[in-house]
């Protein structure tokens, strides 16, 4: 069977949340959200975990992690740093703010030579998302998103962004970025929208190098302007006909976006352990 791995990006600076979001204690035991999705991507078959985080928060993982984690599955960190593209170019001066999700993928290239999955650190994606994932690694060579329903990704204390997909036939047809969403927004909540959980290839490396590269060449905001994975897959798809099969999961989706969410999440996770979905963790 063909090995695989997780890459979770967990660099992001979780500015609406107030920082920290991904070492939150959120577990009735003390556990961070990421170790319940590490748990269960050792239970659908992945064979490495791959996080890329900023240098200042390894110590504080590797801490977390060695309790419970290391003992599941071997771990591998790397870092986001602005400083790290392409030869030829430079960081724009002042510039503080990360390039984005399809520069912190990037920044992974070296630390993978399987087929992967990619996962955000602060979203809870449930163990038949993570099998559903893993089967199809295995069994295809297809780009694949797990995609859920985007009323079940909203919250009642604010707004949100959410690549809201176009689907035909079991394949990606678009995705569109949007901000700002609420249950009023007028955005179909039976839309699927990708939570960042994508099904990738080590070839797949090359067309983010390009993209980013091309990315940098059009760069307009210096300080700001952010280059992410859904945009450059959805850029294949359009340029390259890429094909990106688009799974479904019955799994539950719960996540931090607000500092308000932190309650519900909590109940949740207390629910499912108490239920013994968890035993060993």
């Known amino acids: 069977m063909k090995k695989t791995t997780l890459v979770v990006l967990a660099a992001g600076l979780g500015s609406r949340f107030g920082g920290g979001k991904q070492i939150a204690s959120l577990g009735p035991n003390g556990e961070i959200l990421i170790e319940f999705s590490i748990f269960d991507a050792c239970r659908a078959g992945f064979d490495k975990v791959v996080m890329i985080i900023k240098k200042e928060n390894e ?3 590797r801490n977390i992690f060695a309790r419970r984690i290391d003992k599941l599955i071997p771990v591998e960190y790397v870092y986001q740093d602005i400083s790290r593209i392409p030869e030829g170019y430079s960081v724009p001066e002042g510039r503080t703010k990360p390039w984005g999700t399809a520069h912190a ?15 955000n650190a ?8 993570f099998k559903i994932l893993h089967d199809h690694l295995v069994a295809s060579d297809e780009i694949c998103n797990v995609g859920f329903r985007l009323g079940t990704t909203l919250t009642e ?6 690549g809201v997909c176009s689907v035909k036939d079991g394949y990606l047809r678009e995705i569109v970025e949007m901000k700002a969403i609420t249950r009023d927004s007028g955005v179909p909540l039976d839309s699927v929208c990708s939570m960042n959980m994508w099904g ?33 897959i959805g850029d294949l798809v359009r340029e390259k006909g890429t094909k990106v099969r688009v799974l479904s999961t019955p799994s539950k989706w719960f996540g931090v976006t607000y500092r308000e969410d932190v309650a519900s999440v909590k109940e949740n996770l207390k629910k499912l352990v108490d239920e013994g979905q968890y035993i060993g963790l």
């Open 59 to 61: 110590e504080v993982i």
């Open 105 to 119: 993928v990037l920044c992974a290239a070296d630390a993978v030579d399987t087929p992967f999955g990619i996962i």
């Open 122 to 129: 602060d979203d809870f994606y449930g163990y038949e998302s």
């Open 157 to 162: 204390f604010g707004s949100v962004s959410r």
């Open 200 to 232: 990738l290839f080590p070839d797949f490396f090359v067309d983010l190098k390009k993209a980013f590269v091309r990315f940098l060449d059009g760069l307009k905001d210096g300080q700001k302007e952010e280059c992410y994975l859904p945009i450059v």
